[in-house]
């Protein structure tokens, strides 16, 4: 039963965007698809996607491949709470709801220290691109390269990847009130790892919120001015 309402599947399958090729869709990254998405996912703080959305959109008018999925977590939620969300844009559709972490520098049941200094063992905010899959030392994972100079984009360095983890259940919340923390890698259920890894990879964005007013003040993609983004982290995917 717990496992029903994670293979979320909105049935909001949108019939006259079924037709438009993907290269249509970046004037889609609007209000018209906010609603959907909301009605798809009416636990996720309209702000939130909104925010996620508006974001999407200057990296896609900045040079960033429209993508075909979108990943949102919301690091305001507690770690008890399925907080991470991920859209099938071209459908309309939520393909997934789960729990996810934060680094254990980043807080205990809620995040609210956040960091792109290597070795901090703190979550990271903003705006990331997911790259390639790999085998790791926790086995089936994904690479994120940060969008956002100065707040995420040490995200490769660091080792910031998304990744399985044994601490991240249902159990460790009916246990311990909370699920377990990382090293600041956004880790996830094992039983859904490969099913996020193979939505995500080859360049799907993935949106991390946090009602940081400094950052919500100053991110280029927030406020969409081109010159402040650094073009050398705005990769294409190929």
Not at 25 to 40: E, K, N
Not at 113 to 121: D, L, M, Q, T, W
Not at 137 to 143: A, I, M, T
Not at 191 to 209: A, E, S, T, W
């Amino acid at each position: 039963m717990k496992k029903m309402r994670r293979l979320l599947s909105a049935g909001l399958l949108l019939a006259f965007w079924a037709w438009l090729p993907l290269s249509s869709f970046g004037a889609s990254l609007d209000d018209d698809l906010l609603g959907r998405l909301s009605a798809a996912a009416p636990k996720l703080d309209t702000k939130v996607l909104r925010t996620a959305i508006s974001a999407s959109r200057c990296a896609v008018s900045s040079g960033v491949q429209m993508p075909e999925r979108l990943a949102v977590i919301d690091f305001s939620l507690p770690s008890s709470q399925e907080r991470l969300w991920i859209f099938d844009l071209e459908k309309g559709e939520l393909l997934l709801r789960d729990l996810v972490a934060h680094g254990k520098n980043s807080g205990n049941f809620k995040s609210t220290a956040f960091s792109n200094v290597e070795g901090s063992y703190q979550s990271s905010i903003g705006l990331f691109q997911a790259r390639e899959s790999y085998y790791g030392k926790h086995g089936y994972s994904l690479r994120l390269d940060g969008l956002e100079p100065g707040i995420n984009d040490l995200a490769r360095q660091r080792a910031i990847v998304i990744h399985g983890a044994d601490y991240v259940n249902d159990d460790w919340v009916s246990k311990y009130g909370r699920i377990g923390r990382s090293h600041g890698c956004p880790a996830v259920d094992n039983q859904i790892i490969k099913r996020v890894v193979d939505n995500l990879k080859g360049g799907q964005l993935v949106f991390k919120y946090y009602p940081d007013q400094e950052w919500l003040h100053s991110s280029g993609f927030l406020k969409c001015d081109n010159r402040t983004l650094a073009g050398k982290n705005l990769k294409k995917s190929g």
